[in-house]
């Protein structure tokens, strides 16, 4: 199939560009950096999101949604990128919403998704413990006790994980961490008794957290998918996260790429514009050539994900890894060429690479998806 966007996805697209930029711009960003917001967005912006619908685009029409499928999301996640956009979106209606769809009951997601899509509750996805993305590497236990479980362990860099009312928990209930059997998915209320939340401080000002778990006992009905088969779950999952990451990087290489090269356009050195070097020249055209090269890994990624494609882990790796790639070029480069008021906090250039790390890093670097690209292949 052509990567080219649809009719109704572009529309979607240019009324995400409209809407970004009037309601949650980088100065946004900057607002509710310096007013310590907890949640790292303003009041209503989820409200307003939720209104238009997108908390509903990946939520099937049975449950309530628009089933409007990946590519149109894809777009709404790209241009927030683009304005450096803080909000629920990713850690509730991709996150949450695709590993409820892919391990939920039908009662489960009746209320779940149907909450999700009424913009009525939020998610966050607990499955690191370490510092590095390891999926399989689960301590974290969840033993069977009095016709429930009671979980502990925990859990770090939780994406929205001090505000999100449920948390979808990976727990082992058999085997010991390495294994990807005997990973189970719970959802648990973030206020549950035992449940001990730390909001952690980031160079990107979003609302993460570090999440211990002391004997918190959940009924039955929260574990999501069968017991100890929860890994095909939350390995697609991890997918969807990744390839959406890689969306929202390719809206901050956008972005960067094309207030540099304006700024090469204006600024002015030994009486010449700095753009008419060759040396910035031919940075800038490997620069462009890098960015259209991941539009194309991006788009191809969301269509397998739309289609059912059996590649789509291998081509969510290969999106992750060269918006890795690409994203650590191009906010070097733009604050580079920006030479000394790009390492300023006044000026916006810099705000991008401090959302791009965290962005690269959250579910596996570049090495680690350039790894599972080379082992999904049989290399
Ligand atoms: C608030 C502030 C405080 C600072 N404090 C200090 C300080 O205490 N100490 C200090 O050492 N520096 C300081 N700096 C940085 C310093 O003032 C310069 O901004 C910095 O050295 C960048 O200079 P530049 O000439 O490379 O950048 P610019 O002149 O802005 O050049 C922009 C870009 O064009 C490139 N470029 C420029 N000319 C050419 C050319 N002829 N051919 C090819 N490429 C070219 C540059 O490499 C750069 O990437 C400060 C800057 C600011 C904004």
Redesign the pocket.
């Known amino acids: 199939m052509a990567l080219v966007l649809n009719e109704e996805q572009q529309m979607l697209k240019e009324s995400a560009q409209g809407f970004l930029a009037e309601f949650a711009p980088v100065a946004e960003l900057r607002k509710q950096r310096d007013a310590g917001s907890e949640t790292g967005y303003g009041d209503k912006l989820w409200a307003q999101m939720a209104n238009m619908g997108w908390a509903a685009i990946l939520v099937p029409e049975a449950y309530g949604g628009l089933d409007f499928g990946h590519m149109g999301m894809g777009q709404i996640v790209e241009q927030s990128g683009r304005t450096l956009t803080a909000s629920p979106l990713f850690a509730t209606a991709v996150l949450g919403v695709t590993a409820i769809n892919l391990a939920g009951s039908e009662d489960q997601k009746a209320e779940l998704l149907g909450a999700i899509a009424a913009g009525e509750i939020t998610t966050a996805l607990a499955v690191d413990e370490k510092i590095h993305h390891a999926p399989t590497q689960i301590s974290m236990t969840a033993v069977k006790q009095n016709g429930g479980y009671v979980l502990n362990g925990a859990k770090r860099f939780v994406a929205d994980g001090s505000t999100a009312d449920k948390l979808i928990v990976a727990a082992r209930t058999a085997g010991e961490a390495g294994d990807a059997a005997g990973i189970s998915l719970f959802v648990v209320d973030r206020n549950a008794a035992g449940v001990e939340v730390e909001r952690t401080e980031m160079t990107d000002t979003r609302n993460y957290a570090n999440i211990n778990f002391h004997n918190v006992e959940v009924a039955e009905t929260a574990l999501l998918g069968e017991e100890g088969k929860g890994f095909k779950a939350l390995s697609g999952t991890l997918d969807a996260g990744n390839v959406y990451l890689a969306a929202e990087m390719l809206g901050i290489c956008q972005e960067s790429f094309e207030r540099t090269l304006q700024y090469l356009k204006e600024?002015k050195?030994?009486g010449v514009l700095?753009g008419s070097?060759q040396?910035?020249q031919h940075r800038a055209a490997d620069w462009w050539s890098q960015v259209e090269l991941c539009k194309s890994a991006v788009l191809k990624a969301l269509q397998a994900m739309d289609e059912g494609d059996v590649k789509a882990p291998v081509l969510a790796s290969v999106a992750k890894a060269k918006l890795c790639q690409v994203t650590e070029l191009s906010t070097n480069e733009a604050i580079?060429?920006?030479?000394?008021?790009g390492?300023?906090d006044e000026y916006e250039i810099g705000f991008f690479i401090k959302r791009a790390r965290p962005a690269q890093i959250m579910f596996g670097d570049n090495s680690y998806h350039t790894d599972r690209f080379a082992l999904l292949c049989g290399y």
């Open positions: 600024r050195q030994f700095i070097f040396a910035l580079q060429m920006h030479g000394g008021i390492m300023t």
